[in-house]
């Protein structure tokens, strides 16, 4: 069954709104998540890793003042585009790595496509 | 910044044959792993080889890697039309993924 789950797969906004995204752990505690964006036909980006507890460690060229990063419980993330414009259009996916192990491979949620109009 | 560099970046094969994917990189790594991604889903992970690994196998996938070229392949044997998918090596370095620009497999029935 699904380890990630994340909601919602898609999403429509205007211009100028705000979204949410969410990610939960179904599995396990995960005290690190990762939030990806991907433009199609292309690769994925890290944007961020969130840490439970503490602020979300950003990669260079993601504003964390746009891209808010809340995780707030050891099986919950979330992800607010802010002020969202048409550029922010893409696709958003988190995921997370079953902790306590070495070389763990990352288990992905299913996306969120943001459309901004 | 990218680090994996899969080619070709688009590969169509007919069902039954055998598909192989490469993969070069640029600095040491910890692990490689590949991933596959259905469109508009999320990645799901395929196989994961550690640095001291040469070859590895799961089912009809067959992955290698040389660190001394800083490549990999990913083959994969009597392929399904199911099969057809984006296909994503993914470096880790000190724990960050930095994945590839992907492959796109398409299986012909």
């Known amino acids: 069954g699904a380890v990630v789950s994340q909601h919602p797969s898609w999403v429509i906004c205007k211009s100028g709104t705000s979204v949410k995204i969410e990610c939960r752990s179904l599995d396990f505690q995960a005290t690190t998540m990762f939030w990806y964006r991907q433009f199609p036909k292309q690769s994925l980006m890290l944007m961020a890793t969130?840490?439970?507890?503490?602020?979300?460690?950003?990669e260079q060229g993601v504003e964390k003042d746009k891209f808010l990063i809340n995780h707030a419980s050891l099986t919950l993330s979330t992800l607010t585009v802010t002020s969202a414009h048409p550029e922010d259009s893409s696709f958003y996916i988190c995921?997370?790595?079953?902790?306590?192990?070495?070389?763990?491979?990352?288990?992905f949620g299913n996306g969120t496509r943001l459309t901004v109009t | 910044s990218q680090q994996g560099e899969e080619d070709p970046q688009a590969l169509s094969i007919q069902e039954g044959e055998n598909a192989t994917m490469n993969c070069s990189y640029k600095t040491s790594i910890n692990n490689l792993q590949w991933y596959r991604q259905n469109s508009g889903r999320g990645l799901v992970h395929l196989i994961l080889?550690?640095?001291?690994?040469r070859e590895k196998h799961s089912g009809r996938l067959r992955v290698t890697l040389d660190t001394s070229k800083k490549s990999s392949s990913l083959l994969i044997t009597a392929s399904r039309a199911a099969d057809t998918a984006s296909y994503f090596c993914?470096?880790?370095?000190?724990?960050?993924?930095?994945f590839g620009k992907g492959i796109t497999l398409s299986v012909r029935p």
């Open positions: 995921s997370v790595s079953r902790p306590g192990r070495d070389y763990s491979p990352l288990h």
């Open positions: 969130s840490n439970e507890g503490s602020k979300a460690t950003y």
């Open positions: 080889i550690r640095s001291n690994e």
């Open positions: 993914a470096t880790d370095r000190n724990s960050k993924l930095t």
